[in-house]
């Protein structure tokens, strides 16, 4: 019998400024963010964000920006997790928006709260490595870049976002190295999902006893979902 997976992909995540001085104080459940969203998007067998700011109280301001966003993690977390959220980008314009040390908190917050991160580490090589997420059942592998901000580029040495430029004349599918991303080579669909200038990219992961999965929807709009359906040997 055909089983069918939900998956949620949102367009930007913004919990700082005004947000986070509205939750940050404790008085407010960080799960009323969602509002009537809720109970939607914990239906979810997937959910994946773009989240547009930094999880930190520390670092400094980047020079030369007019945004800077940022929200305390004490109660961020949570309200991520009251939605569910298996999954976070931070291959955008304001992942690094107070340095690499909050960057840094970042990633330590969300893995402390079992959400998974793609777009963005503590090396070159960490930002540009996929996620592989457990869907109830399907497994889900992830990448994240981004055009925007070189300077938030990471390196060899340094935190920051997986930066690549898109303007470029697109690499033949065929003449890309899978182990340049450390994803096994297997004949599965790649399914780009961009919203603004950041996207990320999703292969779907299935046993060899279930045949591959058909999408019967892609995206269009932010908070349109994604259905995949698989089907038994």
């Not at 067998?45 to 020079?63: K, M, Y």
């Amino acid at each position: 019998m055909p089983s069918t997976h939900r998956l949620g992909f949102t367009g930007d995540v913004m919990l700082g400024r005004q947000v986070n001085d509205a939750y940050r104080d404790g008085q407010r459940s960080p799960a009323a963010l969602w509002g009537n969203l809720q109970s939607r998007l914990r239906g979810l067998d997937g959910l994946f964000v773009n989240l547009e700011c930094c999880l930190s109280t520390g670092g400094e301001p980047w020079p030369g920006r007019r945004f800077h966003f940022r929200a305390d993690p004490d109660w961020s977390t949570d309200a991520l997790r009251a939605a569910t959220v298996d999954c976070c980008t931070l291959a955008n314009n304001h992942a690094m928006d107070f340095g690499p040390a909050a960057l840094e908190d970042t990633l330590s917050a969300l893995s402390a709260a079992d959400i998974q991160t793609v777009g963005a580490g503590r090396t070159r090589a960490a930002a540009r490595r996929p996620a592989a997420v457990d869907c109830r059942g399907l497994t889900v592998a992830l990448v994240g870049f981004t055009d925007n901000v070189p300077d938030y580029a990471a390196t060899d040495d340094r935190p920051g976002t997986a930066h690549v430029e898109f303007d470029r004349p697109p690499l033949p599918a065929n003449d890309l190295d899978p182990s340049d991303l450390e994803i096994r080579p297997q004949p599965l669909p790649f399914v780009p999902v961009r919203f603004g200038r950041a996207f990320f990219s999703t292969k779907l992961m299935i046993s060899p006893a279930t045949s591959l999965p058909v999408a019967s929807s892609i995206p269009r709009s932010p908070g349109d979902e994604f259905t995949s359906r698989t089907t038994g040997p």
